[in-house]
């Protein structure tokens, strides 16, 4: 088992516990080498009952039997003021407020949501490639009146952008800027909550739209893969990806899969000539995120799984391996009108989701940022 | 009802008539105003039989009546001597050598397998593209020996090619060449035939891949949307849009849909600046045929039927408007990284298959290269 | 075409118009012989926009060009003063006070919601089965005060109690009563409106449980299978099959299908011997409903379609058969523990609602209950 | 970990290991605490290669490591020599002649195929029920000539038989014999092997017939509830439930579920008046074969877990549990024509096949059946 630097166990509540993210991350919690349930937090319909008779469990393992009678409170910062981690699986319409007001109450949270992405202190973080963004946490925490301490709020990326990301970080470190990249996702249905999609819109079907998505990620790939620039004054920036501007094109499609986000890729570099397939293939295989060398417990053995098999990655074949905490990738060949192209499967609800959250909250522990008392 | 020029019945066949795509010609053909169902073949295991004996029939409409009782034959020339045409819906591992002997018999074929595709005396047409391609007939009837009088092969293209082409043939007639097209598709499973896909391969899943499918996208939209060069000694060739050298680059994908393959397009025009996604609307709804122009009666009344609503095409509820003639595009918009991109639908079974057949026969009888006693 | 006794044509109104049951209304009235949509009602959000902008549409046929620009109104029976037929497709939450208000108007409703089905003065009528039901109308027109001239509230069933209904009636004509029945059901999405069943609790999956289904099963199946008792005062009742008890025991199922209803059904017999199994199969196929002799246009040809096939019927290649105006039945065979077993598919939206509702309302105009002007 | 009572690894073999159920007897003995897999059998075309390249996998879970490079024997008993338990996974078309050719060398096998599955001599064992049944084994052996000493035939139960008879025997047991049972299965699709079931027949369609599954599941659950009754020469036969005769009347339906059968049973009890719902769950709950008694390693903590919502078991949310090993029982309730009906699942590929085998091999094991050195 990976070691806390402290040995100590790490207290940690939930924001969102009934939700769909919010049992994601029970499932994983429960059996963390480091962190320990300490609070569920959730509306106030659910407050005052025990875990079970709150839920509606829609996962595949049982309840785990450390939360099963845990009552769950309502989602104010006195009832989490013993943790020094918050997870945040709250739906868009509660967070921005509730999340605002724990990091007003000097509580660190790792959230899922999406109203603070774009924030400009705010790091948005895949775990498995930015994690050098925690560096702006300082200058989130002072623009605060007084400054915070502890608190702060990191978010992970919408679940689609997390995916292939990955590989795209693997492909700029190896061969450098990458010029242009064209995307179609094929998502699946856990990817828009429960109850999410009406089974008449998909079943036997394909939805060529999700509301909003194309935007998310086209714009959070160019905040995840570029860098964080150092102002004369001190300040810092998220660069955008600016000095080698990267033009993003995503089509994004609901498709009738239940958990795993299936990607076709197609990348042009700045680096002429481009690298063979070979090349990008060994690349990919041999992409090591810090994550990976620091010791994050919840990190995958292989970041980027590479299939040799002429048809896979397949959402229900691969999506569980590792626990879903890396990537697979497989068909990478040429592409006649940009240079390469391949295949990404993410798993969406674990390393498109909680596990991300999880991964940066280790991150953060290991770096000191999450101070562990 | 349309009016076939000589007001007469004329006689067709069907080769493979017990499978998938000969039991889509059946259906369309027995209310067909011109052609009058006369000779079924099929495999020597049919044949003999009363039709409704030898077919599993699969279609959600009862077997024809006019059919029902008719014995099917073996695909030998003699029994089909009296048709003017032949439909052949026949697996490619027997089309080869069965349309070849139908060919050399005097006999006309319009077939949907792939074996002549790539002949280069041999028409592929999608007929709301290049029917202008039937011109090439009389070399391929010159190059038997004794020439043929009436005999021929046209082929129309598979299926995922057929409804991409037709926009982007309304396009290139519109705003000039198209110089790069990136192409995903999301593939009916219809499309592989019976039994085809096995439910364990597709049920809640994505194959990212569909054998020799994107070297036929490429390779096909090529000759289909290229001329007829003429050579200075008379003969004629597919230039494969050689003056103006297209780039295609497809990724196939095989979804949990029974008819429709939906595709994410993206285009690169020569023309600067390209066209505006309204310029590019209005191009597509005005885009009319000669199919539509000389009045064939199978071809609906839009060619491409152009939506407004964010999330639509989508294959459930569109595949079977002017039963499945035209092809649908939606969500036509700027592409960040190529000019322009778009959702094409296209029903597989229908434009994709059958009915391009019986359109293309149309055209023949129109334009006189069938020749109707 | 059929003819309507007055050679008029038949003013309705729809209420709930924008629903998933009212759209399945339209899309048949708008092509009825004798029926002209005048006045489409839904809530007070729909109401006052053109029927295309206020409805999410969600058949596979456009919308009918006849009602795309009718201004939607709001459910005030003042507004459909003028129709001599009122279709509710009103949700039960909506439907309890609206026809209550509309039948006070005296106004004459034909519902698919279950508000009414209860009512000991209101029919519960399956058009294929007991319009003779019907003849409770004057006294349920007496109860109000004053009496009412044209204004009634006739129900038809629930969707899965429609289907298996018509073929247990073709027996009980022919063999006499039934002693007792086990019913298993496979019941599509679709008869749970929209959004109804969310996508990620019924890919892959099976819901075995369908909240009240299985006691509206059991009960309304007495009430229609039952007559109208007359009472020494001159009242009438519903007897409830109360002369033969019955015995229904109901097992509900939600599975993955779009539209159908599948359902393994086993009777037994008071008549000892029972019938065998050929002479079941002769009595569905010659059950011909009072529906059918006395010339209602909706209802198909063959009430009871009998498949000999061993694998037949399937909800997908065999609903959309007469339009779903009939049930099809196959497997008939002996039952080991009852006496014959066999399998029912019925369209839950055609036969099981909208059809049954229109059918309905064919027989009250033949039959003079609807007073046509 | 349970412990082999020698403390001894048992060598096994695999027959069939690159087909459905060989790789789930791959996946589940890998990490058997008493099994080591020996020797992989599969047909010519497979045998001389590392199974990784023979095998198409087709499971969630990579190759286990111990067997990807083992090479594949063709299935002669010589190859298979050392092995004290075979495991059979064959095809019924092989399994006839192979089993027998083994049996004949004196190998123990233990098989999923229904070949012998009613042989008098030989036991049709569901692991958590009929244990018992293994006293025929010394029978079976001397009716060889000359008689075996170690090799002998087991079968387990048809898959849908399998999860039923679970809870009947454990309401025989409580409340004394059943005197008939009604049973509608909606049976997945991996029950049909691979490719099996084509997608088109099963995407939105329920298919109401599975070719011999009916009868299969009739006859078998008689020669599973029966007893062994000792004649008065010493030979023992399998009595069928003939003490009590049981009339059993199964309806089978596939439906477009991954893994996991889901069946409806009904059930009337010799016994007035029959149980309670209550009793019924309680008698459920407290179920414990002697497969769990006896130490059996694989034998699940809960062979029948009861479900309290009412909307459980569903299959793709409890398949699992436990491995899939146990079954899962829901809405116990009382039956308007029987006495009591209840839903049960139980995972087809796991209890319904390779795990049967191998508690059936334990209990051989740990009974002195087979004989390890």
Redesign the interface.
Known sequence: MSKNPDGKQIKVGILGATGTVGQRFLTLLAKHPWFTIHVLGASSRSAGKPYAQAVMW?????IPSVVRDMIVQECYPQHFAECAIIFSGLDADAAGDIESAFRSADLAIFSNAKNYRRDPSVPLIVPLVNDSHLSIIPQQQSLHNPPLKKGFIVTNANCSTTGYVIPLRALEKAFGPIE???V?T?QA??GAG????????????????I?GEEEKM?WETLKILGGVADGDDGTKTFDMHARHPL???A?C?R????DGH?M?V?VRFQQRPPPSPQQVREALVAYTPEAQSIGCPSVPVHAIFVHEE?????????R??QDGAGVSV??VRQ????DI?F?VLANNVSIGAATSSIINAELAVLKGVVKVE
């Open positions: 829609k996962q595949t393992t049982p242009s990249c064209l179609t094929m249905i856990s429960y109850p999410g999609v009406s089974s008449l819109d998909i079943i036997d079907n394909i939805v060529p739209y509301s086209e033009r993003v094109s089509s499609n498709v009738p899969v239940i299936t076709c197609s002429p048809d896979r990655p397949q959402p229900r074949l691969d569980y391996y497989g068909r592409c006649p009108v940009l192209k295949v």
